[in-house]
C-alpha cells in the first residue's frame, strides 16, 4: 500500500468518530514480509502520526502482522523487538513437516517447514511470543495427536493457537481440503480427540489454550451477554471491521474480504466493495445505499438461520457469503459449513463437558468457563 494511500486512509478512519477503545492493525494476505522492516517503520510511524493529528480519537492502536515465517531474520526480529509493546506477530504454519508441506511449498515446490520453523525459533529465542494458526487437512484429521503434539511443544512461546477450517467447504479443488455434511461425524472425532488430549495435558504447569475451544465454550456457556447481540449477529456487523486493499477498495463484514467476491451481486461489477477510499470518502461510504441493501441481505441471511436452526444461539456465524455462493440466495439456512464449524463443534463440546464431570478438582463448567473467559 503507498505511503500517500496509508495517509489518506487513517486521517478518513481517524476523523469518523468511530473508533472503538482498541483499533487493531492487521497486515494479513500474500506475505507481508515481502515487504522490508523499513517499510512497516514508516507505516507504522505515519499511522500513529495521523492519530496524533486527530485528538478526537482516543483509541489505542495495536499492530498485527500475519506471516508464514519463512522471511523471518535477525533484521525482523530486531524490528519485532524494537515494536514488542503495540505489535503482535502470527505465524501461519500447519503441523509437522508432512502436514505442513503438504500445500505451503515456495515457488519451487520445495519445502518451506524448516525455514518457517527456523523463523519461530529465533522468535522465541528474542523472547517474542507469537500466535499460531493452522489450517486442517485430511492429513490432520487423520493424526490428531501428531496435530496436536506439534503445536504444543511451541506452548511456552505462544501467545495463542487457532486451527482453521476452510471457510468454504468447496473453496478447493484438493480433495483433502474439501469436506461436504457426511464429513461432520469425522470433524467431530476429531475435535473430541483434540479435547481428550488437552484434557490430559491441563495439568502441565504451563496450560495450552486452543482458541476454538475457548471461543465456542463462550457461546455455549453465555450465548448472548447483556446488552450485546448474539455471536452470530457480531461476526458479521458491518463496520466492525474494514479491510482496505492496496488499490483503495473498501470491504466490511469479514475481515479479508476481497473486493472481487461475487462481483455483480449488486450490478455494478464492484462485488462487496463499498467503493474506493481514494474517491470518496469513508464517511461517505459507510451512509451509501449500497452498504445499506449489504446490511440488508445479511439480515435476510441471520434471520432464515435463526427461525431453522436449533444451533444459532451459539453460532459463531459469518456464514452469509457461504449461502449466497451454494445456494445462490441469502434466505437459505443450514450449510456444510454450519454442520463442520458450529455444530460438530458444539456436539463435541457438550460431549466433552459431560464426560468432564468426574473430575473432582474443580468444578468442570466453572473451570471451562474460566479458561474461555480468559482466551475469548
Not at 107 to 127: D, I, N, P, Q, Y
Request: charged share 25%; aromatic share 10%.
Amino acid at each position: 500500500m503507498p505511503f500517500d494511500l496509508i495517509d489518506k486512509t487513517f486521517s478518513d478512519i481517524f476523523s469518523t468518530g468511530l473508533c472503538a477503545e482498541q483499533v487493531d492493525i492487521i497486515w494479513h494476505s500474500g506475505e507481508p514480509l515481502t515487504q522490508k522492516p523499513d517499510y512497516y517503520e514508516e507505516a507504522i510511524r505515519r499511522i500513529l502520526k495521523g492519530k496524533d493529528e486527530h485528538p478526537q480519537c482516543n483509541a489505542r492502536l495495536h499492530f498485527d502482522i500475519q506471516t508464514n515465517g519463512v522471511l523471518i531474520d535477525r533484521d525482523w526480529v530486531d524490528f519485532f523487538v524494537r515494536h514488542r509493546h503495540h505489535l503482535s506477530v502470527g505465524i501461519s504454519c500447519d503441523g509437522p513437516e508432512a502436514m505442513h508441506n503438504q500445500f505451503r511449498v515456495n515457488w519451487s515446490g520445495r519445502s518451506t517447514h524448516f525455514k518457517t520453523v527456523e523463523g519461530m525459533r529465533l522468535l522465541a529465542e528474542a523472547e517474542i511470543r507469537f500466535k499460531m494458526i493452522a489450517v486442517v487437512t485430511d492429513a490432520a484429521l487423520a493424526d490428531p495427536e501428531g496435530f496436536f503434539d506439534f503445536f504444543w511443544s511451541w506452548r511456552n512461546h505462544l501467545r495463542g493457537f487457532h486451527f482453521n477450517i476452510l471457510a468454504s467447504g468447496d473453496a478447493s479443488d484438493d480433495p483433502a481440503l474439501r469436506y461436504a455434511s457426511e464429513d461432520r461425524e469425522r470433524y467431530a472425532r476429531f475435535y473430541r480427540k483434540l479435547l481428550d488430549i488437552a484434557r490430559a495435558r491441563r495439568a502441565a504447569e504451563n496450560g495450552f489454550a486452543i482458541q476454538n475451544f475457548s471461543q465456542a465454550l463462550a457461546r455455549i456457556l453465555n450465548p448472548r451477554l447483556p446488552g450485546h447481540a448474539l455471536h452470530a449477529e457480531e461476526s458479521s456487523a458491518p463496520i466492525k471491521s474494514l479491510t482496505i486493499d492496496a488499490d483503495g477498495n473498501v470491504t466490511t463484514f469479514y475481515a479479508g474480504l476481497a473486493v472481487d467476491a461475487f462481483p455483480n451481486q449488486y450490478g455494478d461489477g464492484k462485488g462487496f466493495s463499498l467503493g474506493n477510499i481514494r474517491e470518496t470518502p469513508l464517511s461517505s461510504l459507510l451512509i451509501s445505499t449500497k452498504l445499506q441493501r449489504m446490511m440488508d441481505d445479511f439480515a435476510v441471511s441471520r434471520a432464515a438461520c435463526a427461525s431453522a436452526c436449533p444451533y444459532f444461539s451459539v453460532c459463531s456465524g459469518g456464514f452469509e457469503l457461504t449461502k449466497l455462493s451454494r445456494f445462490g440466495r441469502f434466505d437459505a439456512a443450514e450449510t456444510p459449513e454450519c454442520e463442520i464449524h458450529v455444530k460438530a463443534m458444539t456436539d463435541a463440546l457438550i460431549e466433552d463437558i459431560a464426560e468432564d464431570r468426574d473430575d473432582t478438582s474443580d468444578p468442570p463448567v466453572h473451570r471451562l468457563a474460566a479458561s474461555a473467559g480468559e482466551n475469548r
